[in-house]
């Protein structure tokens, strides 16, 4: 006797076989992946390091791709008239055709303003803090970098602009975040429909880089010394048949707006005198989530794929007793920065606060005072200054409620004649016959850094 199949059941059965088949889940564009992903602040900051990304280029077949901070709208020209942002629109195509010398297409410009000073926490305010790390953030998980180079985040003598710091702390933060689904979710959500143009959200995966590196322009490098890489510029390009010296010298001479950058390769091609090109150049080690040693190469432990999410440490506060007084500003910042963000060689490389300035200019250094005590207080702040420089503000008595701040900016200025040098300055507070703090600085008078 012949079964006859439920009509429900042989419905569903048709049903079924009427299902299409999805295609394959879509994959990150391969246009966009990085190897290298370079984090700078102006047209001409990634000349630091163009002897060893030629060299990663040419030799090892890396991927590299760039990101600026600014249109570097605030600076000089030394070739036009144009100033403000017609500048930056020169700066960005120079900057574009320095580094499609040698091949580098993907490019992208955070469009912060170009802010000449020395106090990274202005920079940051400018450059529009929250929304630079969005892009900054986007751009790691649309480039899949493995490895990322950066200015170094540290307030040091010689590293004259504080933008340079802005775009470290910013690669930092980003370097720390593009791994977490939850941070800027609305980038990693997938689109309800990717070939429908009415799209919100974006469709990228979150991205976990493997290793930072930083590199910095200080007026000296000593510290720099056994903390990561250095990487001589010296052989020829394979396929190019060119020294890497003059690659460098030719990717420099793009950016002829720039005097001490653009014209000086340009000399440099001019007479084929490329010793300055060939200064090693010294790498930083911020952090590795694959493992390595501190001096090995930058890919040392990198292996191709995705790696877990690796939150870094929360941020608690130091806790305080009695009455004390801190440095402030950048200073202050940095040393929590460096501790929620894993950066253990960065407390260290210093022995003590250093800046850099002018003849005629003034010192600013903001002081903290802590009052974590039941009882109000009185705190007065004086400073011990070389021979010549003056007391501008500062010097004064200040009363600091329980449990709470006063934060102080004591300004002194150094001397109209004063000579090329360092510096010793102190600053001493005293709550009655108690000292409850010192502050110093070693100053170095130079000419040719921006105002502090």
Not at 34 to 63: N, S, W
Not at 340 to 360: F, I, R, W
Not at 422 to 436: I, L, N, P, Q, R
């Amino acid at each position: 006797m012949r079964r006859i199949l439920p009509a429900l059941l042989v419905s569903s059965l048709i049903a079924w076989s009427a299902i299409p088949t999805a295609p394959p889940a879509p994959k990150p564009d391969e246009r966009f992946k990085a190897d290298i992903l370079v984090v700078v602040a102006h047209p001409d900051d990634e000349t630091m390091v163009t002897g060893y990304l030629a060299r990663e280029i040419y030799e090892q077949h890396k991927r590299v791709a760039v990101i600026y901070g600014t249109r570097g709208n605030g600076g000089g020209n030394a070739v036009g008239n144009e100033q403000a942002a017609a500048l930056g629109a020169e700066r960005e195509i120079e900057a574009r055709r320095a580094l499609a010398s040698l091949g580098i297409m993907n490019v992208w410009f955070l469009g912060g303003p170009d802010t000449p000073g020395q106090d990274v926490l202005r920079s940051l305010e400018t450059w529009s803090h929250g929304a630079a790390l969005d892009q900054a953030v986007r751009l790691i998980r649309l480039t899949r970098p493995e490895v990322i180079l950066s200015w170094l985040p540290l307030y040091v003598s010689g590293e004259n602009h504080a933008d340079h710091q802005a775009a470290g702390v910013i690669a930092t933060e980003a370097f720390d975040m593009a791994g977490d689904p939850t941070a800027f979710p609305e980038q990693v959500a997938a689109p309800r429909d990717a070939n429908n143009i009415y799209n919100l959200t974006e469709g990228l995966q979150p991205w976990q880089p493997k290793k930072l590196y930083y590199f910095s322009d200080a007026s000296h490098t000593e510290f720099e010394n056994g903390k990561g890489p250095q990487y001589k510029v010296e052989g020829v390009a394979p396929g190019r048949n060119v020294p890497y010296d003059r690659l460098s010298a030719e990717e420099m001479s793009a950016h002829l707006t720039q005097g001490d950058t653009g014209q000086v390769a340009k000399e440099a091609l001019d007479k084929g005198d490329f010793k300055w090109f060939r200064e090693p150049e010294k790498l930083v080690l911020g952090k590795s989530l694959v493992g390595g040693t501190i001096t090995g190469d930058i890919f040392e432990g990198v292996e191709p794929g995705r790696i877990a999410f690796a939150p870094p440490t929360p941020w608690k506060p130091v806790a305080r007793t009695g009455v004390s007084t801190e440095l402030g500003g950048p200073w202050a910042f940095y040393h929590d920065f460096w501790r929620v963000h894993d950066l253990k060689q960065l407390p260290g490389l210093l022995s003590g606060n250093e800046v850099l300035l002018g003849a005629d200019e003034d010192l600013n250094v903001p002081i903290l005072i802590h009052n974590d005590t039941g009882a109000p207080v009185s705190v007065t702040l004086t400073s011990t200054l070389p021979r010549g420089w003056k007391e501008r503000r500062g010097m004064a008595t200040y009363p600091v409620a329980p449990h709470e701040t006063y934060p102080v900016y004591y300004v002194v200025r150094s001397p109209e004649n004063a000579a090329a040098g360092t510096y010793d300055v102190a600053f001493k507070a005293a709550s009655g016959d108690a000292e409850v703090g010192v502050i110093r600085f070693r100053v170095t008078i130079a000419s040719g850094g921006l105002p502090q």
